[in-house]
């Protein structure tokens, strides 16, 4: 199977990393705070030094990073290592005008596929998330891909899943941002909150009730800020604003799930 050097083992590169090390995949990983490797190096993985290292002898990169400067940080030191003929992946979240800054770096014969991903930590130890793929897809890019979840044909522009993903997840933390202001809302005129939640339930914010109060996620909250942000960089969202403000007003949940706004 082809060698895969993942980059980037926070709360989803973890997961990630190891479902493809169980799926037999020869794996070298890095991460800034190298102890996140441990778990993954008891498993088989090789740790590496640096990202260069990393992907010095790999024919699939895949990246797992925090936001935009992460990715332009980790780029700067992987690329010049990068050989021609190798396959990157970025599966962060960082917006397609960073996405389209990193194939813009990119050495001769070096494809990148931008494939952020819908679902959280739960999903991505099981192979179940749901990728948004944008860019050239070549084997081996398309089978791994298959490995992380459902794939979403994007189409061949490389950002067009970055651009997708702003889209979806914004529709969630906003729904999820309504959804809470439903129940307070529904607070403050005293009725009973199973009542309030049952109902909405069965109407059109179903899926953003059920994400408000989801158990298994862990998608924290300065990462939904970073997510707004670069939504409202984009275009004039007047709601997703005031959402954005919301957020950043909450530095006491910036490391909690997004769920733990509805306090
Ligand atoms: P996380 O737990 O905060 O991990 C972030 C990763 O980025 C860590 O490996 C961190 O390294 C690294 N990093 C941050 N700044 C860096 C820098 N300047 N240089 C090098 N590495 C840097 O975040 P996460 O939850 O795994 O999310 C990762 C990406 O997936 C984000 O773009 C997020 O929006 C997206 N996403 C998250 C979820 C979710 O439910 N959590 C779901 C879908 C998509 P250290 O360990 O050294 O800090």
Request: glycine content about 10%; charged content about 20%; aromatic content about 2%.
């Amino acid at each position: 199977m082809e060698k895969i050097a993942f980059l980037g083992l926070g709360s989803m590169g973890l997961p990630m990393a190891r479902h493809l090390l169980s799926a037999g995949y020869p794996l070298t990983v890095w991460n800034r705070t190298a102890g996140k490797a441990a778990p993954l190096a008891g498993a088989g993985a090789a740790v590496a030094a640096t990202p260069a290292e990393a992907v010095r002898d790999a024919d699939l990169v895949i990246t797992m990073l925090a936001d935009p400067a992460a990715a332009l940080a980790v780029a700067d030191a992987l690329v010049p290592a990068l050989r021609p003929g190798v396959h990157w992946i970025d599966t962060s979240t960082v917006g397609p005008d960073t996405v389209r800054e990193l194939a813009g770096r990119l050495p001769e014969g070096v494809t990148l596929t931008d494939a952020p991903v819908m679902g959280s930590v739960d999903r991505a130890a099981t192979g179940d998330l749901w990728v948004l793929a944008g860019g050239p897809r070549p084997e081996p890019v398309a089978t791994v891909l298959a490995r992380l979840g459902q794939v979403t044909d994007c189409g061949p522009d490389t950002g067009a899943g970055a651009a997708l993903k702003l889209v979806l997840i914004n529709a969630v933390i906003g729904g999820v941002a309504l959804t809470v202001e439903a129940l307070r809302l529904g607070r403050a005129l005293g009725l009973p909150e199973d009542l309030v939640r049952t109902e909405l339930g069965k109407g059109p914010l179903a899926g953003a009730l059920a994400r408000t109060f989801a158990e298994g996620a862990h998608f924290p909250v300065e990462l939904a800020a970073k997510d707004v942000s670069l939504a409202t960089a984009t275009a004039p969202l007047p709601i997703l604003d005031a959402v954005r403000a919301e957020l950043l007003a909450r530095p006491d949940l910036s490391r909690r799930d997004l769920s733990a706004l509805r306090g």
